[in-house]
Structure formats: structure tokens, C-alpha cells
């Protein structure tokens, strides 16, 4: 499930519970054990999460779902909400490569990403109302946070999936490429962040730390996060890098 590519500074989890991903609890516990690997890797600046080139993740696994009652359901988002959680606070910036589909848990997990790029026949959605259940991985909260209130309401009302194009305009996806093109596409945008500067994490933690808070409480967050960045090797190579030469030619460390 954990590689680390010959990119420099870029890791990738992989999904690989054929046919489609259907997400069960081990895979859950994988990734929670994964990011807790990635978690103090200072060698990984950047972090791209894929299905591979057919399917992200179709969901969660349905067939264990008959036998669940009340404890075994708030087990189950418990753990998911775990794996969201430790997927969503990694360090490192965060990228989903999304072919196929990404519905229900496949989607969820993706939200938990800093940026999403889709395939140009991929199809996104959160169908557990179908089933007469909700999202329990963190889909009725991070979907509204992201493409507003009103829609992320009815998708989850409905079930209804969004093509790329849709999803694009909405803002869900940063950018459709075709179905060959997604992985190399999610590398090379991770390839970026992996070569940016230390204060890539600080702001991070800043704006995941302050997005809901009072913005009095938000901007002493982020204030302690300036003058950490201060701190940092990279500050030194920067300015003195933009004093020198200008703009966007210092090379970063990521210390």
C-alpha cells in the first residue's frame, strides 16, 4: 500500500483490494498505519493517494454490512473517521489521483486530501442514501466545506454522482486529465510541493487549525505560524535567494 517514488521526496499510497477498492476495515487500518509511518518522515514532503488506473475506491465493502447493528456501524465510522482524520492531518501535501470511481467511502477519503485530480470519465459521489444509510467517513461534513452547503445537500439527499466536468466546476477537483494521463499528472503536482519550503507544512497546519475557528482565535494561529517559518533554513535560503536573483529561484531544503 506504501511506496516511495523515485521522485525525490514523494511517497504514494496505494489501494489494492480488487475489484474496485471497496473499503474494509483492514484497508482502514493500513492507511491509519501508513500515516502514522509518513507522519514524522521528514524525507516525504509530498503525498499522492491512488487506486490505480481503473478505480480509485468504489466505497465501502456493502457485503459486511447486513450483519452490522448500532455498535458495529459506530465502530465502523469510528475507524474510518481515524484513517480520514490521520489522512487529512499529514504534514506532507496531499494528493488523490482519481480514475473511476470515488463514491461513497472512495470519496470520502479523497476528501480528506488537499487536492484532488480526476480523470476525465471519473465519477464522484456519495450514494450511501441509496442504500438507506448516510456517509459515515466524514462526507456529510468535509463535502460542504468544499463545494458549499447547498450542493454538498443534495448530494447526499440524492446519491447522485458528478462527472469531472461537474465536479470541476464545483471545485471539488483541481483538474481533469485523460484516464492515462491522471497518475503521472498527480506525480508531477506532487513532485512541485515536494521541491517547495519548509513553511509548506506550517501553513498547512495553520490553515487546517484555523479554517474554524473565531477569525481573532485564526489569526493568532497563523501569526505563531509566521514566525515559526522564521525559524526555518529555508526562510534564509529564500530571502536571500529573492534579494539576490528575485522571484521563484531558490532551491529549498524543505528544513
Do not use: W
Request: charged fraction near 20%.
Amino acid at each position: 500500500m506504501f511506496d516511495r517514488e523515485t521522485t525525490p521526496g514523494v511517497a504514494v499510497i496505494r489501494f489494492d483490494r480488487p475489484k474496485v477498492n471497496a473499503i474494509n476495515t483492514e484497508m482502514l487500518l493500513d492507511i491509519l498505519h501508513v500515516c502514522r509511518q509518513l507522519e514524522s518522515d521528514t524525507d516525504v514532503r509530498s503525498v499522492v493517494l491512488t487506486g490505480g488506473d481503473r478505480n480509485f475506491a468504489a466505497g465501502a465493502d456493502i457485503t459486511a454490512f447486513p450483519g452490522f447493528d448500532h455498535a458495529d456501524a459506530l465502530e465502523f465510522s469510528h475507524r474510518f473517521n481515524a484513517a480520514a482524520l490521520a489522512l487529512e492531518n499529514l504534514p506532507q501535501i496531499t494528493v488523490s489521483a482519481i480514475n473511476g470511481f470515488a463514491l461513497g467511502g472512495g470519496l470520502e477519503l479523497a476528501l480528506a486530501t488537499d487536492f484532488r485530480i480526476a480523470a476525465a470519465d471519473a465519477r464522484l459521489g456519495l450514494p450511501e442514501m441509496l442504500l438507506g444509510i448516510i456517509p459515515g467517513g466524514g462526507g456529510t461534513q468535509r463535502l460542504g466545506r468544499l463545494v458549499g452547503i447547498t450542493l454538498a445537500k443534495e448530494l447526499v439527499y440524492t446519491g447522485r454522482n458528478l462527472d469531472a466536468e461537474e465536479a470541476l466546476a464545483a471545485g471539488l477537483i483541481s483538474a481533469i486529465h485523460e484516464p492515462d494521463a491522471v497518475q503521472a499528472a498527480a506525480l508531477e503536482m506532487a513532485s512541485t510541493y515536494a521541491a517547495g519550503p519548509a513553511s509548506l507544512r506550517i501553513a498547512k497546519r495553520v490553515m487546517l487549525a484555523g479554517c474554524h475557528l473565531p477569525i481573532e482565535d485564526a489569526a493568532e494561529i497563523e501569526a505563531d505560524g509566521f514566525a515559526e517559518a522564521f525559524t526555518t533554513d529555508d526562510k534564509i535560503t529564500g530571502v536571500s535567494s529573492f534579494i539576490e536573483h528575485g522571484p521563484g529561484r531558490a532551491i529549498f531544503t524543505g528544513t
